[in-house]
């Protein structure tokens, strides 16, 4: 466990947690957070390329607020890109939390929901799970140790899991090699790989991902340069090595996802968080591509 300053007008030592052990679900990555004091002027959302579940402990309040002042409050659920635009904020005080990032390959089935049917807005997970999730609450209130809140909440993820179908062979494929390529790939040659018209790759990966193909591409590559900003990289040098156009490109994109310019981002309090909690976000291992499903060796 590790600490960190969060807010930077009223400083809140934030607790950060990292399981200890990997767990069963591939796909499936955890954080615990504890704010013992207030979320002063509230922490403004950073968006990232997966979906996002918040499961408070016990007596924890908090509340996320967008940008048309809808609220949402305790456990919850979020689509990929959550935050975008920056008029995202959570709100809290004494808040602790299991935040769980889900790949949108394994997230429809541990859920429950269709990343597609999340949207951009955060939901309740009193509204997906029904009195599951009050239970769950409780039961991970009486959990003294992180690891062991770590180790039920990734029991609980694997149940939910077994026997649920995957999303398409062919989408996880088209998913795994924009992650790989860090956004920087075409979405017309990914549907020529595949041997598919555009519309019918924008279709069957917006249903089963929950964004379009273009719009995901775009969000990882976002994700990789944001982290490379956080961690003192010049956004000429991040523009350059990250597949934009020029320094403007990117400068329209962070402004896009997170209402800051490039320079002043890398002092947002959610990222400085996240690279506590994710070390080495956005900077995913280039695996070597594997062929298709349907093309391999049988």
């Known amino acids: 466990m590790g600490s960190l300053t969060g807010e930077h007008d009223a400083p809140a030592v934030w607790d950060v947690a990292r399981p200890q052990r990997s767990g069963r679900v591939a796909g499936v990555d955890m954080a615990g957070f504890h704010v013992p004091g207030p979320l002063a002027g509230g922490l403004r959302v950073v968006p990232h390329p997966a979906v996002t579940l918040i499961l408070e402990i016990g007596a924890s309040a908090s509340t996320v607020e967008d940008d048309a002042g809808r609220r949402c409050g305790g456990s919850l659920v979020a689509g990929p890109g959550f935050g975008s635009g920056g008029g995202v904020r959570a ?61 039920f909440t990734d029991a609980l993820l694997a149940r939910r899991l077994r026997g649920r179908s995957p999303v398409d062979p062919a989408v996880a494929w088209a ?32 249903s089963d ?69 994710w070390p080495g976000a956005g900077r995913p291992v280039r695996p070597r591509f594997a062929a298709p499903p349907w093309e391999r060796v049988r």
Do not use: N
């Open 175 to 206: 998913w795994r090699r924009i992650v790989a390529g860090r956004g920087a790939v075409r979405v017309d040659h990914l549907a020529d790989e595949l041997g598919w018209s555009r519309k019918r790759l924008w279709s069957r990966f917006r």
């Open 209 to 277: 991902i929950g964004i379009p193909p273009k719009s995901a591409a775009k969000l990882v590559r976002f994700d990789h340069a944001v982290h490379r900003l956080v961690a003192g990289e010049s956004p000429a040098r991040v523009a350059a090595d990250s597949g934009y156009h020029d320094q403007p490109h990117l400068h329209r994109d962070v402004m896009e996802f997170t209402g800051a310019t490039p320079v002043t981002v890398s002092g947002e309090p959610f990222l400085t968080v996240d690279e506590r909690a």
């Open 91 to 151: 709100w809290g005080e004494h808040a602790r939390c299991v935040q769980v990032r889900l790949s949108p390959l394994v997230a429809g089935a541990a859920l429950g929901v269709c990343p597609a049917d999340l949207g951009g807005s955060p939901v309740s997970l009193d509204d997906v799970w029904g009195r599951e999730a009050a239970r769950i609450r409780e039961q991970l209130g009486e959990i003294p140790s992180w690891q062991d809140r770590f180790a």
